[in-house]
């Protein structure tokens, strides 16, 4: 199987295949490439890795340094400094799969960044990071809730998204 190989590419090794006692001539052997998941960090789109990487919501915000083992076995250090927001990607160029069988150009490895909150945080650290974050803009049709005597108080409710019925 050769470097930049995809899902349904064909081999053909000829004089490979089966053959039978009493046949002189021996068929060739057709192989598919099937490319399953496993069980690695990395998620194959053409020529491009996709890696999904969890942070600490202080990492996202101060920064971050990980390693990263490729496929290869080599270990990237990532040393990002700047804020990363959820779900925002980033991209390594060329540390992704080979693009063509005989060229030397390789694809992007992709990162997409999830960051992890805290469960709960106690009134203390609620206060310290009020004074320590910015503060939020308001938009012109927010209302302030200190100025709204008679609204209905409400709560709000996890969805489960795992649920087959959502």
């Known amino acids: 199987i050769l470097p930049g190989m995809n899902h349904g590419d064909k081999i053909k090794i000829k004089c490979q295949g089966n053959w039978e006692e009493d046949c002189s ?47 290869d076995g080599r270990m ?20 992704g799969m080979k693009k063509s069988k005989d060229g030397c150009e390789y694809g992007d490895l992709i990162i997409k960044f999830l960051v992890k ?15 320590i974050l910015p503060v939020p803009q308001k938009q012109i049709w927010d209302i302030d809730p200190k100025t709204v005597k008679n609204a209905e ?3 709000l409710e996890p969805i489960d998204r795992t649920a087959n019925n959502t």
């Open 76 to 95: 990237l250090r990532i040393n990002h400094k700047d804020i990363i927001k959820p779900n925002q990607t980033m991209k390594i160029s060329g540390e």
């Open 153 to 155: 108080d409400k709560k």
């Open 25 to 71: 001539e021996v068929g060739d052997l057709h192989i598919i490439i099937n490319q399953i998941k496993t069980k690695t960090s990395f998620i194959r789109e053409c020529e491009n890795l996709l890696y999904n990487k969890t942070i600490d919501l202080v990492d996202s915000l101060c920064g971050s340094e990980f390693i990263i083992k490729h496929l």
């Open 117 to 131: 909150y805290p469960n709960n945080l106690s009134s203390e650290r609620i206060k310290y990071l009020r004074k």
